[in-house]
């Protein structure tokens, strides 16, 4: 089911024509592999396992509301990617969520890493991963944070401006190093996803754009500056993708560009990177594609089109970072009120909201919720799952079928929030953060605490 952004934010009000809904699942107690993390099942008692524990024990010990991420998942997630594109570069994109633990599973699969900040790059130096490994994004870097990044040595800084060309130049110039740099090129590709994530159009804050000829100018003025080094380029058409089609455009533009610059400048690159943002499933109605498909899918594109420019075929880099991270994780919460609005539907509270997902009230996002306490036998009823913010747009999931009996103390949770939860998570109504628990093997431990009211109080100095 998809639905538009309106622009003053969800529409949640209304009530919707007969038959707009879909029909609920045959068995509200399964959970679908194709959603959920690799080992979550349920026990015994009907309460629901990840990695051999019970959520109610999780939820007991660390508290909720609590993303719960299995590491397994996400180190068998890398794997897939890494065997997927042998002889291609895998770059994690540490926006979707990252901390030091996640940085040393990445560097012990043999992931790259990008971040698009100067503290994503002083987590991603204090866990250690090696400099050479990590692409620095971004479109307003500053002066202090290109600096940090040349001087640390990373493998590659994306070009996003004319400025930034001599922004980067002058301080690879200073610390007397020659740069690897990449210019981020918009293609003018309609990525069919929603408009806020939509990135290679021309009419957004992103890269240079190959239409009017920036992006051959911005090649021309890298090609003329000793302390930098230009590596190729670099296009990212959106995220949560679903189609390759407008890999394909993407693919063939960049290129094109290519050609151009060899042709001009006798001069061909020798690195092509076609970002990240291929979709996960949220829902079961969600069908993504498998890293292996992708990765044949891109290899014969590029492939294809530098035959057909007479190019050898540059080495192509990837940023997958919410199909790593995405599936990985659910976030588990505890039901408070349970309030039904006859001939609409239930609304069900829980003590998280809007300051733990955002995603749902800025994208209009899907997700789905389950029971994980128990089981239940009861007829399904249409919820809502809602926060508890002052907002009448705190919506975590805003059409879903639970159990008729769910009742206060349950709980439940939704799960794919991996990615982009916990990274965009806020203090609303000065709300304290989830922890972030890393399960493995039987074990659980907190990667990421939770924040208490003594962390916000020491941030307040008035």
Known sequence: ????????????????????????????????????????????????????????????????????????????????????????????????????????????????????????????????????????????????????????????????????????????????????????????????????????????????????????????????????????????????????????????????????????HGVELPEIDLGGGLGIAYTSEDDPCEPHEIAKSLAEIVTRECAAADLTVPRLSVEPGRAIVGPTAFTLYTVGTVKELPGLRTYVSVDGGMSDNIRTALYDADYSVALVSRTSNAEPMLTRVVGKHCESGDIVVRDAYLPADLAPGDLIAVPATGAYCRAMASNYNHALRPPVVAVRDGEARVIVRRETEDDLLRLDVG
């Open 1 to 264: 089911m998809s639905r538009s952004a309106h622009p003053a934010g969800p529409r949640h009000g209304e009530v919707f024509p007969e038959g707009h809904y879909t029909p609920p699942p045959k068995d509200l107690n399964a959970l679908d592999p194709r959603v959920w993390a690799r080992t979550v099942g349920r026990g015994g008692d009907g309460a629901a396992t990840v990695a051999g524990l019970a959520v109610t024990d999780l939820a007991e010990e660390f508290g909720t509301p609590a993303y719960i991420l299995d590491e397994d998942d996400f180190r068998a997630r890398c794997r897939a990617w890494s065997d997927a594109f042998s002889g291609a570069d895998v770059f994690y994109a540490g926006k979707a969520f990252l901390s030091r633990a996640v940085v040393r599973w990445l560097r012990e699969e043999g992931l790259n890493l990008d971040v698009c900040s100067g503290t994503e790059l002083a987590v991603a130096l204090d866990a250690g991963m090696p400099a050479e490994r990590i692409a620095f994004h971004g479109n307003n870097k500053t002066a202090e944070e290109i600096e940090r990044a040349v001087e640390a040595g990373v493998g590659r800084i994306v070009l996003d401006s004319f400025q930034e060309i001599a922004r980067v130049a002058h301080a690879a110039q200073r610390a007397g190093v020659r740069q690897r740099v990449q210019i981020r090129v918009t293609v003018g590709v309609e990525a069919h996803t929603h408009e806020f994530i939509a990135t290679a159009h021309e009419d957004q804050k992103f890269g240079l754009a190959l239409q009017g000829g920036q992006a051959a100018e911005a090649v021309r003025r890298v090609l003329n500056l000793p302390s930098l080094e230009l590596a190729g380029i670099h296009s990212h058409i959106g995220s949560q993708i679903f189609d390759m089609a407008g890999f394909e455009v993407s693919a063939r533009r960049v290129v094109g560009l290519l050609r151009d610059i060899r042709d001009e």
